[in-house]
């Protein structure tokens, strides 16, 4: 079975708008950049965790730290994925204990990823609070987690799937909804 764009949800000005958005719902809860950081789920969440950081740089002037987590090893589908499973590097340069962490992703759906890297962060401090920002949230949880910041809810069937495509790893910024093809 194949996938087939059903849909073009979101192009590079909704993203750049969406992500804007976010950036300052980020400092309004926060009240600023005082104890916050920023860490983005490998690969598209980090790229998605830059960008906000630096939109909240260039509004309020503070710098936001910028940590990317790879979550492989924290799976609970570990041995399903791959007999071999490639694992990059979790680079967060930070201490998380005591800080306001973002955690960024750019599909929220079983919520089984972000129970993952919400295990690792754990593992590597204390923070204050953990809050998830995501550009896309399409349902179908399986676990309870909800993001504090969304930036579109796009209701799915089982048979479709939401791509987000970033000029970092794609060539262009876009967010696209497949269908399987019967």
């Given at each position: ?7 073009n ?16 719902e980020?400092l309004?809860r ?11 789920i ?7 965790a ?5 939109m909240?740089k ?11 987590l790879d ?10 994925i791959a007999?071999c ?13 005591d800080?306001n ?6 599909v ?9 890297a919400?295990?690792?962060?754990i ?5 204050r ?5 995501v550009?896309i ?11 504090d ?8 069937t ?11 790893e794609?060539?262009k ?10």
């Amino acid at each position: 079975m194949s996938l087939k764009e059903k849909a073009n949800l979101m192009d590079a000005v909704m993203i750049k708008r969406t992500l804007t958005r976010i950036s300052h719902e980020i400092l309004e809860r926060n009240k600023g950049t005082k104890g916050l950081a920023i860490i983005g789920i490998r690969c598209r969440g980090a790229f998605l965790a830059q960008r906000i950081a630096q939109m909240i740089k260039d509004i309020d002037g503070g710098k936001v730290p910028v940590g990317i987590l790879d979550i492989t090893l924290y799976r609970d589908d570990l041995t399903m994925i791959a007999a071999c499973p490639v694992v990059h590097s979790t680079k967060i340069d930070f201490d998380v204990d005591d800080k306001n962490i973002v955690l960024v992703d750019d599909v929220l759906f079983t919520g089984r990823t972000i129970r993952c890297a919400l295990d690792e962060i754990i593992d590597l401090g204390r923070p204050r609070t953990i809050q998830l920002a995501v550009l896309i949230d399409r349902g179908h949880r399986e676990l309870p987690i909800r993001a504090d910041y969304v930036g579109k809810n796009v209701p799915t069937t089982r048979k479709e799937s939401v791509e987000v495509r970033l000029e970092e790893e794609d060539d262009k910024d876009e967010v696209v909804l497949l269908t399987q093809d019967d």
